[in-house]
């Protein structure tokens, strides 16, 4: 009865739909949600306790909270760009990666909004980023990026999130028609909101999704500045730098895309997606990795170069986060997120599964490092005299930091289970183009 | 009979089936139609009259709106409502205040055209006529269908299930209408 298109996503649709996962889903669950449980046991602790369970204390007032804040938001931008381009090219490599790249973006970003939501000591206070009339009648700053960040954050989530979910409308409906238990039929049917595939809805569809996409670009590239003007607009020396936009987009985007090549290996490992996350894909995507890591590697280059021209202040506190007692963060980040990518001009590399974790992993790793050196690694000089004083995180900061990443995985491990990794409709499309052209 | 009719629908099995079936209904003179594929078929919506210009069109006006109101938002409130003094930087430091304009702007273009395509949509909705079809389930996975609708001028039962039928699709059926 199956033709070939029936047969073309039933392994797509397949997945969500059926009724057992095996214990490894489980298992993995469990874990991430046990960390998700240290994640609401820490951000308890601080929210009664305050700030000063954290490491953090002049002239380290940025600590964990922040570099984990950057990490997060650095995997959001780089994934959501990545996938903002594909549409925009309307490139193959968008069929196979498009859905769980913005998925990424999606979980990433709610993992980094809530570092400095507890960053302000008073998250309940939180509320006062938004210009709302108050009974003091006092209004926001403006002029400070903080308030910038509130706004980018926050639109962030909303277009990705809607535009994540406009796409998922015609993919909701084929599980809704392809699920035999009624609860199932009911709970896609609610989700997918009426969707008849009628040959007028596609159309606007298509133009409306096209349309954010583009937007999503502009809003990415504004976003990830907004996060190095935190940084560059201060007096600290090394931070205080015009070139620390590029820095943080152009790693971020190593960053996003590195994740995203991780969870395509993962995904197309564990769920045997082969044939919608082809060799081709992977590649083409190790291929992008590897030029993202060059492109950091160019910009570390840059940052010395840089230094050398500032001269006085600024190139000595360049110079000592690259020599000092935080040194090995910084050497850290240029070996993981610069050296080990190296490894993909291998095509066996590129194609090989514990290739692509080991390298996604790496990267990501070296980012981390990266945004653990600028922070902490920066505040070594300052125009005023050290207090001497040196930052660790403490328990709590590293029990928050583990459960953000343990939210990410359970989000990812329900969206597996729950929802189509790979969009079935544009690749029903695509294969039907390939057959008539 | 006819009144409790939502029209008549053909299954075809590929979407070249369908663009056949779509222009020969044209050439017949049938101007109520609905065609439905599992996935997006530029030309046939061409082929159908089907313009989505309003879509750019939504996002502009929303995006510039957003724009325009954060950023005389942001004008108001630090330069004239709450004019705070900072080292005597100026209240009116527009630099400033681009960046969230821009965010904002972008905000309100997304969300409205987002949202404004489900209004033009008329989704969600529980429940259509068409979904009563037998076999329509495969709409969304590997098959196309095509309906001529019950208020058509030149709607007749008979004539257009003749004019199906010369067509040899999978099946033709009546479609009940919805109360």
Known sequence: ?437 | MTQHSYGIMAEFKTPEALMEAVRAAKRAGYTRLDAFSPFPLSDLAKELGVRTSVIPWIALVAGLTGGVIQYASQYWMNAIDYPLNVGGRPLHSWPAFIPASLIVAILWAGAATLIGLLLILRLPRLHHPVFATPGFARASEDRFFLCILQDDPLYDDAAVHAFFGALSPLAVQEVPACD
């Open chain 1, 1 to 437: 009865m199956s033709s070939d298109a029936h047969a073309a996503t039933s392994r797509v649709a397949d997945v969500p739909l059926s009724p057992h996962f095996g214990w490894v889903w489980w298992l993995a669950l469990l874990a991430s949600g046990g960390l998700v449980a240290l994640l609401g046991y820490t951000l308890i602790s601080v929210t009664i306790i305050g700030v000063g369970v954290w490491g953090v204390n002049i002239p380290y007032v940025w600590g964990f909270d922040l570099i984990n804040y950057a990490w997060w938001i650095g995997i959001a931008n780089g994934a959501s760009l990545f996938a903002a381009i594909l549409v925009l090219r309307r490139h193959d490599l968008r069929t196979a990666v498009n859905r769980f790249a913005e998925g990424v973006a999606l979980f990433a970003v709610i993992c980094a909004g809530i570092f400095p939501i507890f960053h302000l000591g008073r998250p309940w206070l939180f509320y006062w980023t938004f210009p709302y009339p108050a009974t003091f009648e006092v209004w926001p700053q403006f002029r400070s990026t903080l308030t910038w960040d509130f706004w980018a954050i926050s639109t962030h989530v909303i277009v990705t999130s809607l535009l994540w979910y406009v796409g998922l409308i015609p993919d909701l409906a084929t599980l809704r028609d392809r699920a035999r238990r009624k609860v199932v039929q009911q709970v896609y049917g609610v989700l997918a909101l009426g969707w008849r595939g009628s040959v007028r809805h596609w159309a606007y569809h298509q133009r409306a999704y096209r349309l954010v996409a583009i937007l999503v670009l502009p809003l990415i590239l504004i976003m990830q500045s907004t996060v190095a003007f935190e940084f560059a607009v201060t007096l600290v020396p090394d931070w205080h730098e015009t070139r620390q936009p590029l820095h943080f987009v152009a790693t971020g985007l190593a960053q996003g895309l590195s994740i995203v090549l991780l969870v395509a290996v993962l995904l197309r490992w564990s769920l045997r997606l082969g044939r919608y996350i082809d060799e081709g894909d992977i590649d083409l995507l190790g291929k992008l990795v590897l030029t993202s890591a060059l492109v950091s590697g160019y910009l570390y280059i840059d940052e010395i170069a840089a230094a050398l021209l500032s001269g006085g202040l600024a190139q000595e506190a360049t110079f000592t986060r690259m020599t000092g007692q935080y040194a090995g963060l910084y050497w850290t980040a240029i070996v993981y997120s610069v050296l080990i990518p190296q490894l993909f001009w291998f095509r066996v590399a590129r194609l090989s599964t514990v290739g692509g974790v080991f390298v996604g992993f790496s990267i990501g790793v070296g980012i981390w490092f990266d945004r653990f050196s600028i922070i902490v690694g920066g505040l070594q000089t300052d125009y005023l005299p050290s207090v001497g004083r040196t930052y660790s995180p403490t328990l709590p900061e590293t029990g928050l930091f583990l459960g953000t990443v343990g939210l990410f995985v359970a989000l990812l491990l329900l969206f597996v289970r729950f929802l189509p990794v790979v969009s079935m409709f544009e690749t029903r499309h695509d294969e039907h183009e390939e057959k008539s052209s």
